[in-house]
């Protein structure tokens, strides 16, 4: 199953170093591949080294493409985190 969205990032600072290790760790809990793309960067979202070239900043839009056999889970979690701001508020 492949599923899609667009999320917008709120968190202050956006996705530096804690948040995109925080994604990842999340991201890697299952089998489903993910990327996270920014005007015209993809990146895998497994990877984050990847996610920090994105330098995301706060208001960016991040567009997630998931695919796999667990994507509507991993969709499910990777909204929860940007919703809590990464729980940095």
Do not use: W, Y
């Amino acid at each position: 199953m492949r599923i899609e969205k667009e999320l917008v990032l709120k968190n202050k600072l956006g996705l530096h170093a804690r948040p995109a290790a925080m994604f990842v760790q999340v991201a890697n809990k299952f089998k489903s591949d993910i990327f996270l793309s920014k005007d015209s960067q993809s990146v895998n979202g497994k990877s984050i080294m990847g996610i920090l070239t994105l330098a995301a900043e706060h208001g960016s839009i991040i567009h997630i493409v998931i695919d796999g056999p667990d994507a509507e889970s991993m969709m499910s979690e990777v909204v929860a985190l940007f919703e809590s701001c990464f729980r940095e508020i």
